[in-house]
């Protein structure tokens, strides 16, 4: 695995700001190329969605092609697999593919949750079963940031608070940015 480069911030990287005319002219710049990146992002997504309709157009229409070929294959496979696959086989292979039968591994679907839970737990209780009902704990995160003070002496367990620079401009109408582009 190769190891990352360090990006080093040279000099030309930077602009010095050295009074608060100067800090109000970045900020709008900021605003600037923000509107930029906005517009470019809107018009990348358009491309992106008209992308996705045209392609869910053309695979609607061949998945259901792909559903009425296979039905019709199944309907076929159905009535005719003593004929179709070997004895003993579940499946037969063609130079062109291989159709045959499976069984899936067992699932299991629980509804009325608290009702089967009840349930397990008195079956599990008559019958001494221990692997019926499982029980998760997890840490809640909330409940240690609700009482860090009783907490954080616990190994394992940090804290953690930095106060963040931002910059936030107000939104520059797309008519400025012609600006931008003479100036650049």
């Known amino acids: ?21 100067e800090l109000e002219q970045t900020i709008f710049r900021i605003g600037q190329l923000q509107t930029m990146l906005d517009i470019a992002t809107a018009q990348t997504n358009q491309t992106i969605e008209d992308a996705k309709t045209s392609l869910k ?23 005719n697999q003593q004929d179709i696959v070997p004895a003993g086989k579940k499946s037969r ?4 593919g291989e159709i045959g ?3 899936p ?6 509804k009325n949750g608290q009702d089967v839970i009840d349930a397990l737990a008195k079956l599990q209780e008559q019958l001494k079963l221990t692997d019926l009902l499982s029980v998760k704990t997890s840490v809640n995160k909330t409940g240690l940031i609700k009482h860090r003070e009783q907490v954080k002496n616990i ?6 608070q ?17 600006d931008v582009e003479e100036s650049a």
């Open 57 to 79: 157009e053309q695979a609607t229409a061949i998945n259901n092609e792909i559903k009425v070929l296979s039905k019709s294959a199944q309907i076929f496979f159905s009535a």
């Open 1 to 21: 695995m190769a190891k990352p480069t360090n990006r080093r911030v040279k000099s030309d990287d930077m602009l010095s700001v050295s009074s608060s005319d």
């Open 105 to 110: 591994p067992l699932s299991v679907t629980v």
């Open 155 to 160: 190994a394992g367990i940090t804290f953690n």
């Open 162 to 178: 930095k106060e963040q620079f931002f910059i936030k401009p107000v939104h520059v109408p797309v008519d400025h940015l012609s």
């Open 93 to 96: 292979i063609y130079t062109v």
């Open 101 to 103: 039968t499976r069984t």
